[in-house]
C-alpha cells in the first residue's frame, strides 16, 4: 500500500511503501519498497491486480484520466489501467479518481513488475488500503 499523500512525475514508477500494515504481505520479500519492483522469484505464471486513488483534486477540474497507470515488465508497457474518463470537479469521485487493474502474466525467474503513473494528475491519495499493488503466483 501507500501510506501517505504522495507526488509522482509523470512516466516515473508508483512506489507503494508500505507492505507491513494489516492485510498486507510481502511473503520470500520479492516487492522491493525502494524502487517498486515485484522480481519474480521463479518461472510461472502471476496475477496482478493494482488500485491507485488520485487527489484530492482541490480546484483542478476536467483532466483526462484514461491510462492514468500502466504495468511495466522489465521497462516495457505490458498493460493500462482500466478506466477512461475526465475528473470533474464536484462530480466524479468527491474529489478523488479512482482507477484499477488486474492483469495475468506469464514471466520468467528475474523478470520484474512495476506500476508506472500515466497521469498528469500526479498526486496520488496516501491510503495503505486504497491505494496498493498486489501479486500472486499462480504456478
Known sequence: GLNS????????YIV???????????IGNHYDTSNGRFTAPVD??????ACVIYGPFGGTNN????DA???YVNGGNAG?????GY????DSGNNYYTD??????KLNYTDYVQIRQGSSFTGIHGNTYYTWFAGTLLG
Request: net charge neutral.
Open 5 to 12: 499523500n504522495t507526488t509522482f512525475n509523470t512516466g516515473s
Open 16 to 26: 507503494f511503501n508500505d507492505t507491513g500494515a494489516t492485510w498486507h504481505h510481502n
Open 44 to 49: 510461472g505464471v502471476y496475477h496482478f491486480d
Open 63 to 66: 483532466v483526462f484520466m484514461g
Open 69 to 71: 497507470f500502466l504495468i
Open 80 to 84: 493500462y489501467s482500466g478506466r477512461r
Open 87 to 90: 475528473y470533474i470537479s464536484g
Open 100 to 105: 484499477h487493474m488486474s492483469i495475468t502474466l
